[in-house]
């Protein structure tokens, strides 16, 4: 369904190619999947109002397990930590522009939080990391692109060691069970 301007829906901007860079990048699946908890959880303006122990709760896993999930995420700037139990989401990554929430008499309000605003506001607290402040997936483009080459090191071992055991040995090709028969006449 469509939002008018009396019935409007919540959205969010998600960037694509930070969807592509968390999938190459990410090999576990719960930092994945707490990725697109957080994303799904999020409020206007990006706040996420989860608890380790909610969240914990949501994915069937131990809190510690969350815990470790989401300081690798942090780690990378997607999330920060705001006041407890408040995560916010780097806008550039995921953003919820807008709600529609409920008011304490009962009625309903549309809540809207520009994505530039909260960028500023990011971008001026100088508490927060800089890769918070400002954001870039190049150093996760980096580590994919270390990954791909370590696992293509790997592969060239494991083919140069296969075929160190398909070689004849003193010229000869020696069949399988050959030397076990040898050394028993």
Known sequence: MYSSEDNPNAFALDSLEFFLVISQYFREALPLRLIFLLIACQRAGGRIELTQEEMAKVLDVSRQAVNEALQEIMT????????RGVYQFNPPYSYRIGELVRTMDGGKKYVRVEQDEVLNEVRRDTSLPDLVRFPSLDHLRRAVEEMRA?????RTE?????????EPVDGLWELPGAA??????
């Not at 990378?76 to 006041?83: D, S, T």
């Not at 494991?158 to 398909?166: G, P």
């Not at 076990?180 to 006449?185: D, K, L, S």
Request: hydrophobic share 30%.
């Open 76 to 83: 990378h700037g997607i999330v920060f930590k705001r006041p």
């Open 150 to 154: 370590e696992r293509a090191e790997r």
């Open 158 to 166: 494991r083919k140069k060691a296969r075929r160190a055991a398909e």
């Open 180 to 185: 076990e028969e040898g050394m028993a006449q």
